[in-house]
């Protein structure tokens, strides 16, 4: 979906994005980056397919992050954490 259709959507529902804002506890500008696609957060972007009971790759087609997040467990986040260790100790 584009912004506008985003913002329609949400509207439709009888809100406002600052009122997703306020209920999450962020600034509008953070929401509306996500809307328009400058920044992403996938708890804004969950909240904004909820409210709009839309399926969030329908949603966000082109922000792959929020369909298929990466997680690391075990031995490969063991490693990744080491990583980044080195990584901020180093100067």
Do not use: W
Not at 9 to 38: F, K
Request: charged share 25%; aromatic share 4%; proline share 4%.
């Amino acid at each position: 979906m584009n912004p506008t259709e985003i913002k329609d959507a949400i509207a439709d529902e009888g809100y406002t994005l600052s009122m997703v804002a306020a209920a999450l506890e962020v600034n509008l500008a953070t929401v509306s980056g996500v809307v328009c696609g400058h920044s992403q957060s996938r708890r804004i972007a969950e909240a904004i397919s909820k409210i709009i009971k839309k399926p969030i790759n329908e949603v966000f087609p082109d922000k792959s992050a929020y369909t298929n997040p990466r997680v690391l467990r075990g031995e490969e986040r063991k490693q990744g954490i080491a990583q980044l260790q080195q990584l901020l100790a180093a100067s």
